[in-house]
């Protein structure tokens, strides 16, 4: 049973809007959460992380929303580039525990 | 330069074979994690080691095995008992278990022929 859902597989948005990547979990454990950008036949690389005291948390471009009574986060990235297609993932520890990962969301940017 | 090496990039291997991925970290973290990547399903989490000489079953652990010898090292075994060996594998580490990111290998691609 995934515990970390990412129900959207693809996004495809024009440079310069923005692009709203979802996440929702169901383990009221998780209490630390991270997206990461992947790029085919590498590592994803660490983008934002927001701990589940907070609701928001900003780093450049990049914003991402937290919503604990909807279990829900959300990446923000403005503006949108071309070089911002990857395979973005939502990931969540649970308390003294793991590291799990949703099922990654396609963002194409086009040009 | 810091960071994690997983070797090969590329690996074979014939239906029956056991074969050991390669993951070594000179971060001086103490714990490593295995997951796996096939298409539409994400990273699935197959084996973690939070400190040497110990380690836990992740979610997909039948079929593969994993030693923590060293605080470096944390080697993955495939064996034969895996179904669907074929996939993407990445190692990460991190230096304390939770409020933090994960630093992942670039991964080693593995075809079962």
């Known amino acids: 049973d995934q515990q970390v859902k990412q129900n959207s597989p693809s996004l495809s948005v024009q440079e310069g809007r923005i692009s709203i990547l979802n996440c929702d979990y169901t383990?009221?454990?998780?209490?630390?959460f991270l997206w990461y950008k992947k790029y085919p036949a590498e590592g994803p690389t660490f983008l934002i992380s927001i701990s589940s005291i907070k609701d928001k948390n900003e780093d450049g471009r990049f914003t991402v929303f937290l919503n604990k009574s909807a279990k829900h986060l959300s990446l923000h990235i403005v503006p949108s580039q071309p070089g911002d297609s990857a395979v973005y993932f939502c990931?969540?520890?649970?308390?003294?525990?793991?590291?799990?990962f949703g099922a990654g969301t396609i963002l194409r940017v086009k040009s | 330069d810091g960071g994690i090496t997983q070797s090969p990039k590329y690996l074979f291997r014939k239906e029956g074979q056991n074969v050991t991925l390669s993951c070594e970290q000179n971060l001086n973290h103490d714990a490593m994690y295995w997951y796996r990547q096939d298409p539409g399903q994400g990273l699935r989490l197959i084996y973690y080691s939070q400190i040497v000489n110990d380690f836990q079953k992740g979610d997909i652990a039948e079929g593969y095995s994993v030693s923590r010898e060293k605080k470096e090292s944390f080697p993955l075994t495939v064996t034969s008992a895996q179904k669907n060996p074929t996939a993407f594998y990445l190692c990460a580490s991190t230096n304390r278990v939770g409020y933090t990111e994960a630093f992942f290998g670039q991964g080693t691609r593995l075809t079962v022929v």
């Open positions: 383990n009221s454990m998780f209490d630390y």
């Open positions: 990931a969540a520890w649970e308390y003294g525990n793991k590291l799990v």
